[in-house]
């Protein structure tokens, strides 16, 4: 994965790229490359990018809006949220529990 992509596991079994602190969901796929779109578009941000089927290099970008800020811990956040609803799906211990043997600051999405 090039520096700076990361495919991240979302909640409907899906992939979201994350890319530069902002997540992007698929719009279309060709046979050549796949758009992105702003994780935000129905919040106003018409930011994408185009990548490669693998999605290991932007082809190209679109601006995102104003108020569309990065935010540069989402990786980090998603991953752990992840990995709690992995170790809750797996463990036989109360979900509260899981949830408060990590800070509960790492939740917030």
């Known amino acids: 994965m090039a520096d700076g992509l990361h495919l991240v596991l979302n909640e409907r079994s899906n992939y979201n790229l994350v890319h530069q602190g902002r997540v992007y ?4 796929k060709n046979v050549e490359d796949k758009q992105w779109v702003c994780r935000r578009v ?8 185009h990548t490669n089927l693998d999605a290991n290099a932007v082809l190209t970008s679109a601006p995102h809006a104003e108020d569309c800020t990065p935010d540069n811990s989402i ?10 609803k992995r170790r809750a799906a797996e463990k036989i211990k109360p979900i509260p529990q899981i949830y408060n043997e990590k800070p509960a600051v790492h939740l917030l999405i």
């Not at 969901?25 to 279309?28: A, E, F, L, P, R």
């Not at 129905?42 to 990018?49: F, N």
């Open 25 to 28: 969901q698929v719009k279309h």
């Open 42 to 49: 129905k919040k106003g941000c018409k930011g994408s990018i």
């Open 75 to 84: 990786l980090y956040k998603m991953e752990t949220n992840n990995n709690l």
